[in-house]
């Protein structure tokens, strides 16, 4: 079984300043990991994802996540945030053998003020 | 490629009513995921199927759920005797099996209020 603690519920920034979501997981198995955002009343959209080789993996509107697997986390981070970012994110996992079922943490609220 | 389309997007029911919410997959994909949101959590997952086969459920999954995907197209998750705690968000979503972490596509979800 997989679990996942996204470590701030809410992260407040001001527009074009970096910002960084944490994202630790607990697995007895090899994971991939994924990042989603889910903007108001719409579904959850893939911002990257990491499979294997490079751990240093690069998504869509300038996100970036790194894996750390001595630290079983896979933090989120983006160099300078638009207003449009304002949204709420989800750290996921699946188990390499258990199938692709993911299991999510609780969800990061970023707000990006001008 | 319309992405999943899941009907209705809002259901309001009575304690008690019967309900039954559909989900479209992308056509190609062979893979149909329901996981459940409540307010500030992430989703659960609740079940899976691999074309028409129900291949996993979740505890979360009790008796009075059930969900069908009889031609490996659309898939239907029906919820009878519905209970306040049943209030959530019901999503869906689909992905082509590939071997290697599954990449899934969400629908927008259907919202379900129980009175």
């Known amino acids: 079984a997989q679990s996942v603690t996204q470590l701030d519920s809410q992260v407040p920034v001001f527009e074009e300043a970096p910002v960084e979501l944490r994202c630790n997981y607990s697995?007895?198995?090899?994971?991939?990991l994924f990042w989603y955002v889910q903007y108001p009343n719409q579904g959850l959209q893939l911002l990257l994802k990491?499979?294997?080789?490079?751990?240093l993996v690069k998504g869509i509107n300038g996100f970036e996540a790194e894996f750390n697997k001595s630290q079983t986390s896979f933090h989120l981070r983006k160099p300078s945030v638009h207003i449009s970012d304002t949204a709420e994110y989800f750290c996921a996992v699946s188990g390499v053998t258990s199938g692709s079922r993911l299991t999510f943490g609780e969800g990061t609220q970023l707000t990006v003020n001008p | 490629d319309t992405g999943v389309s899941q009907n209705p997007r809002h259901k309001i029911t009575k304690r008690g009513q019967n309900v039954t919410f559909r989900c479209d997959p992308i056509?190609?994909?062979?893979?149909l995921y329901w996981y459940r949101q409540t307010l500030g959590q992430g989703p659960e997952f609740l079940t899976y199927?691999?074309?028409?086969?129900?291949?996993?459920k979740s505890r979360l999954l009790s008796d009075r759920f059930s969900a069908e995907r009889p031609k490996g197209s659309f898939s239907t998750l029906e919820i009878q005797r519905t209970e306040q705690g049943d209030s959530a968000m019901y999503l869906c979503a689909s992905s082509q099996q590939t071997g290697a972490g599954d990449i899934q596509y969400f629908g927008a979800g259907t919202r379900l209020s129980v009175l």
């Open positions: 199927f691999q074309n028409e086969a129900q291949l996993e």
């Open positions: 990491y499979l294997s080789g490079s751990t």
């Open positions: 697995s007895s198995v090899s994971v991939y």
């Open positions: 056509s190609e994909h062979n893979r």
